[in-house]
């Protein structure tokens, strides 16, 4: 194993070890996205049995659910493991030690998702054997919706820490809101029509929106819509590029500042 | 090339919103294999200077060369041979001191990494708490795992920042014994700040007073204690603290 993989491997093995210390923390892994599932899940039943609603099925309202608590949850994991070394005042000592910063980028971004990947199984799991749904039933489709979303809980959870960095622990609360403030936006629930048209603008800046329109799409005529994939996973990188550099950028202006070391309190 | 591993030009930090430096256009080379003290008030500039030093604060301007590495352009290279430990930072509370080890062995991508943490617990008698929390330990306890994570790559510079502070008397002094038969048996460097006179006398070979962010003396212990005609270096450090070095 180089250096660099040994540091980014040590980063892991640090939230594993937190993780097993700590059952609780398990159980938070895999509880929020199970409840999330089940809820939407005996909710979308109840819709389609009553015909509440025409053109609702069970693929989508749980299919975009599942993929949005993919999203969500790892961008949330990715900020709780930076907040953790924050918290424990560990941040100084892996600033000092020889972890380069695109290390540190590389291992919080992995350990969020592999997080993110536990509870999400558990929801997968709860979907499949409670509403007997699985999401794969879309075909080899979906992997490239997986895949646009994970980079954009990316991005998310690197500007989470960014914020931090910027305003110190306080800044988690910007953490919880992302959820709530991303959501309206993406298209997660209903169509980007629905929104106003200067709010379309913006949804169609952020890449999961092609994501869940392109779900929509699939579901409706069973084909996969190349055209906003392309565009989603373009859009997701540079978005990404983009919260590297601001997240390099801050830590700079963090080193400038002072208070790295303090940065707990 | 430099002979010194630590050689500091011209260093100066300015706080944003702040009228006067924290630290002021310092100048200090520290040779290999010694233990040099800093000494100032509160407010010195001490624990910035570390910081610059170790990398986490940005100078204002100036130049750091620790090991013949420039820390502004390349500090990574250097940190791989340099160890830190300071009140300002800790471990993970809920990690076993052997999973803190582990993961800073790790980190420092440190070879033969089993060996090493055990000869480090045995010679800092951690073995019987590797397996305990970290956070369960005691204060002198956690004080000899943060010396553990601190020599786990065997450093060649280590800084310290007040490394016996808030230990009782025998704890302190059965810490500042291992790290004189470190720094003899390694050779390394150590630079560590310290309020702790009785301490720097017998530790350090060198001690450099800080006073409003610059440097206000700069000596052997017993040369220092010749020069202000004082019995003790606590003399002498309030004498540089309260009335400078003129006066």
Redesign the interface.
């Known amino acids: 194993m180089t250096g660099s993989a040994k540091r980014i491997y040590a980063m892991i093995l640090r939230q594993v070890y937190l993780t097993r210390r700590s059952p609780p923390r398990l159980i938070s892994y895999c509880f929020w996205p199970t409840m999330d599932m089940i809820v939407w899940g005996f909710l979308n039943q109840y819709l389609y049995q009553n015909k509440a609603f025409v053109g609702f099925s069970m693929s989508l309202l749980l299919g975009t659910r599942l993929l949005y608590s993919l999203s969500e949850r790892s961008h949330v994991q990715i900020m709780w493991g930076f907040l953790e070394d924050v918290w424990a005042r560990n941040l100084g000592n892996m600033l000092i030690s020889p972890l380069r910063p695109i290390e540190l980028i590389v291992g919080v971004i992995l350990n969020g998702f592999l997080s993110a990947a536990v509870g999400m199984s558990c929801a997968y799991l709860a979907a499949y054997f409670i509403f007997d749904y699985t999401i794969f039933k879309l075909g080899v489709a979906v992997l490239p919706m997986l895949i646009i979303l994970i980079i954009n809980s990316w991005w998310i959870g690197l500007t989470l820490i960014t914020l931090i960095l910027r305003y110190g622990p306080s800044g988690e609360h910007f953490g919880w809101m992302a959820g709530f403030v991303i959501v309206p936006l993406i298209a997660v629930f209903y169509p980007v029509s629905a929104l106003p048209e200067w709010l379309q603008y913006i949804s169609w800046s952020l890449p999961p929106t092609y994501v869940f329109e392109s779900l929509r799409e699939l579901i409706a005529t069973q084909t996969l819509n190349m055209h906003y994939m392309m565009v989603g996973f373009v859009l997701s990188l540079v978005f990404l590029a983009t919260s590297v550099v601001n997240f390099l950028y801050q830590l700079k202006k963090a080193r400038q500042r002072g208070g790295l070391f303090s940065s707990s309190e | 090339m430099t002979s010194a591993a630590i050689h500091v030009s011209a260093l100066t930090k300015m706080?944003?919103g702040a009228t006067t430096p924290a630290v002021d256009h310092l100048n200090f080379d520290i040779s290999k294999n010694c233990i040099v003290g800093l000494l100032g008030g509160n407010g010195a500039g001490k624990t910035?200077t570390l910081?610059m030093l170790?990398?986490?604060?940005?100078p204002t301007s100036g130049a750091i060369r620790i090991l013949d590495v420039d820390m502004l352009k390349d500090r990574?290279?250097a940190?791989?041979r340099?160890?830190?430990s300071?009140p300002?930072?800790?471990?993970?509370?809920?990690?076993?001191v052997r999973?803190n080890l582990?993961?800073?062995?790790?980190?420092?991508?440190v070879k033969n990494w089993k060996s090493q943490m055990i000869d480090l617990a045995e010679g800092l008698e951690l073995i019987k708490f590797l397996d305990r929390?970290y956070g369960s330990l005691s204060a002198g306890q956690k004080t000899r795992v943060l010396l553990a994570?601190s020599l786990i790559n065997k450093p060649d510079v280590l800084l310290l920042d007040e490394p016996t502070a808030s230990l009782d008397p025998d704890t302190a002094d059965w810490i500042r014994s291992y790290l004189m038969h470190y720094q003899k048996e390694s050779g390394a460097t150590i630079l560590m700040a310290s309020h702790n006179m009785q301490e720097v006398e017998r530790m350090c070979s060198d001690v450099i007073m800080m006073r409003t962010g610059k440097i206000a003396d700069r000596g052997a212990p017993q040369a220092l204690l010749a020069k202000y005609g004082r019995d003790d270096l606590e003399e002498v450090f309030l004498h540089i603290a309260r009335e400078g070095v003129d006066a």
């Open positions: 706080f944003h910035t910081s170790v990398g986490v604060l940005l990574h290279t940190l791989a340099m160890n830190f300071s300002y930072v800790d471990l993970p509370q809920r990690l076993s999973e582990t993961i800073f062995s790790h980190l420092y991508n929390p994570k």
